[in-house]
Each structure stands twice: as C-alpha cells, then as structure tokens.
C-alpha cells in the first residue's frame, strides 16, 4: 500500500487519543499553578452543574406550605425556601442565566477590546490619539450607576442585549491594555524582522503578534466575565431587571420577603450568596493558569 | 532699518506668545483640569440626549402617566412635564440642549417627579455628603491598611503565614461588595446578632443635632460603621495584593542597593525610597476604584439603609424619577472627576516625572 492510503486510516484510528493527549496536556499545565487548577476545578463544576446537574435534579415549580424555612434535610440538603421550594434544585436551575450572560460578555467585550486596541495601535496618528483620549475619559465615568440608569430606558429582558450593553460600557479598560500591548509588541525585535523579511500583515498579526497576547485576551476575558456577573446580579438585586431565576434573583428575593430579620432563611439568603462569591473567585483563581498557560515565561519550576 | 527692526520685535513677541500658549498647554495643571472639564461636559451630553432620544422617552412617559392619572389636557401635562425638567419641549432639541447648560450651569436641575416642588438640587444636599464621608472614610482606611501590609508581606515573604494573608487578600478582591455586605449583615447582624442592625440604619439617628459636638460625631461614625467596613473588605485585598507585588519589585531596584550601599538607616530606606516607588502604581489603581466604590455605593448603601446618594438613586430608579436621576448620576460623576482630579495632582506630588514630561494626553 501506499503511504498515502494509510495516512487518513491512522489519522481516523488515532483522533480520540490526540484529543485524549491534548487535554491531558492541557489539565497538566493548568495544575502548574495550584490555585488556577482548583479554581479551574471549581469552574468545570458550576458549568457541568447548570447543564447536566439540571437533569439530574427536577425543578420545583410549586410551593409547599409545610416545608417554609425547613432546615436542611437528606432530601432537602439546603433546606427551604419562603415559599417551601427546595433551594438546591434553585441554585442548580438558576446559574444558567449568569454563566450564558458571563460567557457572551466575555467574548463580546474582549473582541471590541482587541479589535479596537489593535486597531488603534496599528493605524496610529489622530485616530489612536482621539480614541485613547476617549478611552481615559470613559474610565472616570462611573460604569454601574450609567448601567442602572440605562436599565430604566432600556428593557434589558434579554440576555444577548445586555451582554451587549455590558460589553459596550466596558470597552475603554480592556482596550486600553490592549494597545499599551500591541504598541511595546510593535517595538519588539523578532517583529521587526518579521517585517524586514516581508512575511506579509496577516503573517504578522496571526503568528507573531496574537500568540504573545494571548495570555492578555484569556485575562481581559475572565475579567469581562467577572464584571458582567458582577453588573447582573446587582441590577437585578436592585430590581432593575426582569430575568427569571437566577441566583440574583433568588437573592432579592430572600431580601424582599424580609429573610435578613429572620435567622431560619440564613440558607435561602446565603446559598445563592455563595454561590455567586465561589463562581467569581473560580473565575479569577482560573485565569491565574490560564495566564501561565499563554505566557511561559511566568511559569515557574 | 528701523521697519526691520520692528517687524523682528513683533516676530520675536509673536513667538514668545505662542511659546507662553504653548507653556500653559502643556502645564500638567491646565491639562488635567481640561480633561476634568471636558468629561463633564461630555457626561451631561450623554444623559441629555440619552434622555431624550431613547424609544422610551421618560418626558413623554410622565406626561401619559399624568393624562391616565389626573386625567389632565395635554397641553396642561406637556407644560407640567416642563416645568419638572426645567426644559422647553416646543423648541428644537438644540435650542433645548443649549438650555439645559445654561440652566446646569445655574445650578437648576430641576425637580423631583416623585416629591413635586422639591428640587434635585436639595435632595442632593442632603443626601451627597453622607456618600462622600463613607466612602472617602472607607477608602482612606483601605488603602492605608492595605498598602502597610502589602509592604510587610514583601519584606516578609519567608514567613509562614504570609500565604495565608495572600491568600485571604485573593479572596477579599475577588468577591463582589454587595455579596460582601450581604454576609456581614447576615451573620454580624441577624444570625449571630452582634451588630444592631436596625439602629444603624440611616446616617444619623433621629433627633441628633449636627454639630462638633461628640455625641454627633460618634452617632455619625456608629452609623457608617457597616458600609465603611464593608468598603475596607471589599477593596483592602487589592491594595494588599498591588503594594506587595510592587514592593517585590522595588526591592530589586538599584537604587535601593545603592541606597543601602550608602549606609542610609533601613527606616529612611523603607519609607522614602522603597515606599514611595512602589505606591505610584497603586494611586492610578486608586483613581479607578473611586469611580468603581462610588458606583457600588448604590448596592451597599441599599443594604445597610444608609442614607446617601447610592440609597436615593436607586429610590429614583426604581419610582422612575427622571430629572432626580438624571442630576444624582450627573453629581456622581462630577464627584468621581474631582476626586480624580486630586488624585491627579497627588501623583504629580509624588511622582514629579510626570509634571515635566509631555505625557500622551
């Protein structure tokens, strides 16, 4: 036989294990860094939680008169709420909401940060000077006050438009990074030569330039993860938006049906609390081993 | 000769003048006070025509609501509306917009739909200072706190419980404000019931004359007391995690072995040289978390019923209070500004490189 007829063979027999060994690669150099590999961990578990834990365990639609503000039972392992409703089956339905919105905002805003950044960075002149002038005045804004006056113009009912909106309101910050990265990436030596023996732009922004910003994409992208959940939960803890079970909700609610007078709705009040605090510090925790991953040289032993 | 004479007179006085245009635009003074200008002229920009041109138009929204309500003429509810957010609605929106400055620049902001014949002005008197203390308070504890024990971690760094340290900081930053000041007033306040909650509420007590006198001036502290230490928690981590890095960093600076070199005591070198390098890059830090408290002031404020801006915006949101939303939101950025504008000069204090250099703005 010809090579040729037994490449594609063992490109088919051997797929699975290329994947198996890339994510083994993967998981190996996440848990250089023992705090990004629990935060990691954690992370996996919150996703894996909304989308197959949602199978698992049954929603509760209807109350139950005699279970208000039962303590923790087998059955119950985070006891009830004001309405006698499992709480656990709400926090496992009600992360959804946040992790989509979390995920689109990051992806949204660290596109218009790295297209506007490298842009700006790239063309130069008035553009970079007026929209670096633009970026500087943006960050004095206050950004969750003009939110929450948007949110009463705006109907922020669904999750894509105010991903959008957070995105658009947390440009200046991550395009700011951005260009200060592209600009010194710019001046370096291995770009320069790079140009010198005209290997042609898209050479350039793909081979050269993107790599080594990597690791600053996967940061401004956790963080605009981060803000956007940090953003939701506090208009809808402020009743500014009408999204359906979600831990923020859950959260004003505890607040509105007066659970902070009352000892027994401690789990009702802190379980979507915890949830959140444990979520965000997943987040951040991660992108310490993400940003290891993209840039070997803060890896250390 | 004598024309000559005088034409290289005007060209030299020409010149010295532009030089002198030159020298006070380039002043790092007049700068910065021209960027803090120039935002808040932009932010007013930016909520009037977000006002007015958004599909919901709240001016529009008020008179409906005063037609289905008192069932009003429109005419009558049109000029009503007006007379609310002190605006003309027959005239075009540019002659509108130019109105809307000059009343600003009047101080008329109009008044409250919800509590007619009070205007936006004094509600916002009574309310701004309380937001200010706290968080200035908190901010000013945080940092503080922050920045010394940043440093002690640096020096440190071989002890056995600056991973613990480090680690709670990494947690402290990571968690949002609000969730901080849900735990504190759930466990400090209900659950374990140390705290009284319910008599901290507001930003004074009731009947309390304000005053220098001691009795105001402890009340006042006993009531900001839970969102200053909740400002604290939720920003010392950053602080603590900044200033050690920054530290580690100036530690293997040169001039700290050169320093050390020239026999200089080890306090002199701690403060003046160590010290102050390694906070310039937290005081930039320091200008966007103004911005970012002020803002999270709304939700903490919320929580604690603490009387200040944050608890009276969010009373105008939620009752749809356009004209008193539109100027808190207008005050809170010409607060954030200013503040940043002092932080401004304070970097310049410390760090004198960026007075004489051009600098990108």
Redesign the interface.
Known sequence: MTPQALMPKTGIRYWPGRVLRGIGRFLKLMSRNKTGFVGFLIFIGFVLMTTVGTLFVPEVTSADINAIYAPPTWEHPLGNDSQGKDILSQIVHGGRDILEMALLTGLISTFIGVALGSLSALVGGGFDAFLAMLADIWLTIPQFPLLAVLATLIKLDNTLLLALLLSVLSWAGLYRSIRAQVYSLKERDYIEAATALDLGMWHIIFSEVLPNMLSYIAISFTFGMTSAIYAQVGLVFLGLVPLTRNWGVMINLAWTQGAIFFKDSVYFIMAPVTAIALFQLSIVWMSRSLEEIFNPRLRTG | MSSAAVSTLTVSRKISLWKWVKRIASNYVVRMLA?AL??IW??TTL?FF??RL???N?IEVYINELIVQYSLPYEQARDQAASLFAIDLNAPLSKQYVDYMVQLLHGNLGESLRSPGTSVWKIIITFLPWTIFSVGLGLLISFLLGVLIGMLLAYRRQALWEPIVSGIA??L????N??IG??L??YL???WGIIPINQMRGSRSPGIQPGFTWVFIKDIFFHAAMPVFTYVLSTIGSWILSMKSSTIGTLGEDYVTVARARGLSEGRITTAYVGRNAMLPLITQL??SI??V???S??IE?IFVYQGIGYR??AA??T?D?PL??G??LI??IS??LS?LIADFVYGWFDPRVRVAGG??
């Open positions: 960027r120039f935002t932009f932010v909520i977000l006002v958004m599909p919901s709240p990494s947690i930053s990571s968690i949002p609000y969730i849900i735990v007033l759930v306040g209900v659950y200008l966007i911005g970012f002020v803002g999270g709304i939700l919320n915006l969010s949101l939620t749809r356009y939303m539109q808190i939101f809170i950025t954030v500004v940043n990108e703005g």
